[in-house]
């Protein structure tokens, strides 16, 4: 669903017109233009339906791919980047600094990440990047350090970090929007 969509017909167009962008690449003002008016969604309604259908679809591929256990073997861990303008919100920015050791690093498997992963509420333009024990190790993270050092994974307990003291927002829910993407790119119908 999105919110201010009451006919079946709007919300196809949209789910339609998103779908197109995650296929063909597609950008914002592509996507403004494209879906053009009749859809009673205002500029900043029609980034954030973008933004969720867009990073969503690249979240769920991700996860398919790290899903994997060939992959997901050689990137156990994920960096979060928020971006750094006067849009951002604190939660996203704190989430920087409450991974191992204090830094914006997260075993893939930690419950923090998997709440968290972006998207991770409406409007969320952080980004998820995966890397290897080594490329953890080279940024200075021990518990990295210590698995390469003796090629066994310490106790991956030891890195789960605390979940925050914050939620997204009321009504936050990554899988509509995505799975109605994704199926749309796919040609299926949900």
């Given at each position: 669903t999105v919110a201010g969509l009451q006919t079946e017909q709007a919300l196809g167009k949209v789910r339609d017109v998103l779908a197109k962008s995650v296929g063909e690449g597609g950008t914002l003002v592509?996507?403004?233009?494209?879906?053009?008016?009749?859809?009673?969604?205002?500029?900043?309604?029609?980034?954030?339906?973008?933004?969720?259908?867009?990073?969503?679809?690249?979240?769920?591929?991700?996860?398919?791919?790290?899903?994997?256990?060939?992959?997901?073997?050689?990137?156990?861990?994920?960096?979060?980047?928020?971006?750094?303008?006067?849009?951002?919100?604190?939660?996203?920015?704190?989430?920087?600094?409450?991974?191992?050791?204090?830094?914006?690093?997260?075993?893939v498997s930690d419950p923090v990440f998997q709440k968290w992963k972006a998207p991770a509420d409406f409007g969320c333009r952080c980004g998820d990047t995966y890397i290897s024990v080594a490329q953890a190790a080279a940024r200075g993270l021990k518990y990295a350090q210590e698995w390469l050092?003796?090629?066994?994974?310490?106790?991956p307990q030891q890195a789960y970090v605390m979940m925050p003291g914050f939620e997204p927002s009321p009504g936050w829910r990554r899988e509509p929007i995505l799975l109605a993407t994704l199926a749309a790119v796919n040609g299926y119908d949900l």
């Open positions: 592509g996507f403004e233009d494209e879906l053009g008016a009749g859809t009673f969604l205002s500029p900043q309604h029609m980034e954030t339906v973008w933004r969720a259908g867009i990073q969503g679809a690249y979240s769920a591929g991700m996860d398919r791919i790290i899903a994997n256990p060939l992959i997901g073997a050689l990137f156990p861990f994920v960096v979060r980047n928020a971006i750094h303008d006067d849009r951002v919100r604190d939660d996203h920015l704190a989430l920087e600094t409450m991974g191992i050791e204090g830094t914006n690093i997260y075993l050092r003796t090629g066994v994974q310490p106790d």
